[in-house]
């Protein structure tokens, strides 16, 4: 089960550096969508693999379990 | 020496499970050498001048500089090792971004892991991010000092009035 105050709390976070957060779970799995604002940071975004820990932790679940979409994957059609 | 080196990707959430030392801390920072550890962070450089300047004045400290490689991720072991064999306790920041507040907890959870008290400094808008990065590196209840999200658009006077601010929850964070 997602921890939406947590969550709620890290998208907080990334909206002041202008991106939005979005995490849904689909069966076993949960999907995080990060998507990039007009005046979003570039810089300010954590490297992916440590995303994918901080939303482990968050979440209670395995890493591996979690389906992570940042901005740059959008951009390259992936 | 404790053994600082977690996983660093932190991909299972297993990588939580052993807790991270804390260092013991001083009765007193009256004489002690400060290491401020300088992110890249517009204003951070000022903002850890003028804190280093006012516990000088209040604590007759020594002062040692280093800025960080990248502000968005974690320090290179070596850098933290050579900031640890010149200091007692450490200061750094500031972090007013998600990644360079990230990077900062790390950084805390290691220095502190290597036996040096640590004052990390971030922005209220990121102490969640912040939390977390710690919590994944085995430090969940890591203290910060906090100042107001933005630093980097403040003025020189701005910045000095804050780092006045955050004197004392440093002072706090680095003493027992």
Redesign the interface.
């Known amino acids: 089960m997602i921890d939406t105050e947590?969550i709620e709390?890290?998208a907080?976070?990334?909206a002041?550096?202008g991106?939005h957060l979005e995490v849904t779970e689909r069966g076993s799995r949960v999907s995080a969508v990060i998507t990039a604002g007009p005046e979003a940071?570039e810089?300010?975004?954590?490297?992916k693999?440590?995303m994918?820990?901080?939303l482990?932790?968050?979440l209670?679940?395995?890493?591996?379990e979690i389906d992570i979409t940042y901005p740059a994957d959008n951009s390259e059609g992936n | 020496m404790p053994n600082a080196i977690l996983d660093p990707t932190g991909t299972t959430a297993k990588a939580t499970a052993r807790a991270a030392p804390r260092a013991p801390r001083p009765a007193s920072l009256r004489g002690k050498r400060v290491g401020l550890l300088i992110n890249t962070k517009r204003n951070a450089r000022p903002f850890l001048t003028e804190l280093g300047r006012l516990l000088r004045e209040s604590y007759d400290v020594t002062l040692t500089e280093r800025t960080k490689v990248n502000f968005a991720v974690p320090e290179p072991e070596d850098v933290i090792k050579d900031l640890a064999a010149e200091a007692d306790v450490i200061v750094t920041g500031v972090g007013d971004c998600g990644s360079c507040s990230a990077a900062a907890a790390a950084d805390g959870v290691v220095f502190e892991a290597a036996g040096l008290p640590v004052a990390v400094i971030v922005t209220d808008s990121f102490r969640a991010t912040a939390d977390a990065m710690a919590e994944l590196r085995g430090a969940p209840g890591f203290g910060y000092a906090t100042t107001a999200h933005p630093v980097a658009v403040l003025t020189e006077d701005q910045v000095k009035q804050r780092a006045a601010e955050v004197l004392d929850d440093v002072v706090a964070l680095l003493t027992s």
């Not at chain 1, 810089?43 to 490297?47: A, I, R």
């Not at chain 1, 209670?60 to 591996?64: K, L, N, Q, T």
């Open positions: 947590r709390a890290l907080t976070s990334l002041t550096d991106y940071c810089d300010c975004l954590v490297p693999d440590f994918r820990g901080i482990a932790n968050a209670g679940a395995d890493g591996e």
